[in-house]
């Protein structure tokens, strides 16, 4: 099954230096039975893309924990098969039994240095948007309005070289 981790950069860092990580709590997002039947219309990669933006958004969560971290929103796509799925969580979320080996990454979506701005304000006001303030909605629809570049496993160090 294809999973959508959150991330942060510095999540990213210790995936090269130490060759896997441990999900965060074991959470991530996937294509399941619940996300597909929330959804009226859509073919299996809007699906999955939806499930992609749910992890991005968790990684904004995880950037807001943390006072030191790379305002960029990370997701990390890898295929595993042991995984449980928590709709009672949401419907697109899935839980993982251990570390995710970076020979299982498929890809890495990351944003660029120019939505820096858009996700620190967003990450300030994440919790208040989860409340349904609309100045807060609104700081984290800027963030989102940027799409995350896709990345190869084996660029990632390179990447994050030339931050």
Do not use: C, N
């Amino acid at each position: 099954m294809r999973v959508y981790l959150p991330a942060t950069v510095a999540v990213l860092r210790d995936l090269v230096d130490q060759g896997q990580f441990v999900p965060v709590g074991g959470t991530g997002f996937a294509l399941t039975p619940a996300l597909r039947e929330s959804y009226a219309a859509g073919d299996t990669e809007e699906l999955e893309y939806a499930a992609m933006l749910d992890a991005a958004r968790a990684s904004l969560r995880l950037i807001a924990a943390d006072e030191k971290a790379v305002p960029r929103r990370a997701v990390v796509s890898v295929d595993v098969d042991d995984v449980k799925l928590r709709p009672d969580l949401d419907f697109s979320v899935v839980k993982l039994s251990g570390p995710v080996a970076l020979a299982q990454v498929a890809a890495v979506h990351l944003d660029t240095g120019e939505a820096e701005d858009d996700v620190r304000a967003a990450a300030e006001v994440i919790d208040a948007a989860d409340l349904g303030d609309p100045d807060a909605e609104f700081a984290l629809g800027g963030a989102e309005d940027h799409e995350l570049a896709w990345y190869a496993p084996q660029e990632l160090p390179f990447v994050l070289e030339l931050m």
